[in-house]
């Protein structure tokens, strides 16, 4: 069975600074995708970013990128000059390309961006 | 393009009762996917429809039951609601079960 943990329940960061979000996951598969959702209080799962599991290089959307290690199954998100808007609750999810209907998602990474 | 929507946003219920959610899908899309968010956990997948048949289910009783309509907007019933049952519940809705999914905002249920 596959299964996404963040070990991180919270985090801080001071505005404008750089903050790296854990994720790990296990599978037995070789193709598949991943996710960092950002849920912030309006309850609405906004996708952050995706990684597909045949691309060796790391994804980037502007100030958000990932630093995708496939071996150590680690998938970890980095957000640089950090806004106070990014405060939200941040999950790792996981797809299978053979079920692309289930996403399984991590616990979620609290993170709070401080003035 | 409409995203997707979710109907009633707040829902309070009494153990043992029946409730009905509803979501529309965005436009264009055919697969909706329901999800279960208990507080401060991760979503958990309930099931998914494609083209108005289940097409996967996660480990939920079968009082957890769904439906997909001709325009691809969707239903989550529960019956003989329980406190657990008090969470999040997310649709998501993609094209051709595509993982590329846009989630609603959710109902909250909360069972007293």
């Known amino acids: 069975a596959q299964t996404v943990t963040q070990s991180q329940p919270e985090m801080s960061v001071q505005e404008a600074e750089t ?14 995708y991943l996710f960092w959702y950002k849920q912030p209080p309006s309850r ?22 990932v630093n995708f290690q496939k071996a150590a199954k680690s998938f970890s998100l980095k957000i640089s000059d950090s806004q106070l808007g990014d405060t939200a609750m941040y999950f790792c999810a996981f797809i299978s ?19 | 393009e409409t995203g997707v929507t979710q109907s009633p946003t707040h829902l309070i219920k009494t153990r043992g009762q029946q409730v009905t959610l509803r979501c529309s899908s965005q436009s264009g899309h055919n697969t909706v996917s329901w999800y279960q968010q208990a507080l401060g956990q991760g ?26 309509f001709p325009n691809y907007s969707s239903e989550l019933n529960v019956n003989a609601l329980e406190l657990d049952d008090s969470a999040l519940y997310l649709c998501a809705s993609s094209f051709e079960r595509n993982y590329g999914y846009t989630f609603g905002s959710g109902t909250r249920l909360t069972v007293v």
């Open chain 2, 43 to 68: 979503p958990q997948f309930i099931f998914q429809y494609y083209r108005e048949e289940e097409n996967g289910r996660g480990n939920f009783p079968p009082r957890f039951s769904g439906l997909q």
């Open chain 1, 97 to 115: 390309s053979s079920n692309t209907g289930k996403l399984i998602f991590g616990q979620g990474t609290t993170l709070q961006v401080k003035p």
């Open chain 1, 19 to 32: 903050v790296t979000l854990s994720c790990t996951y296990d599978t037995s598969e070789n193709n598949y």
């Open chain 1, 44 to 65: 609405q799962m906004i996708l952050v970013i995706r990684q597909e599991a045949y691309k060796q290089q790391n994804a980037t959307e502007n100030r958000f990128s």
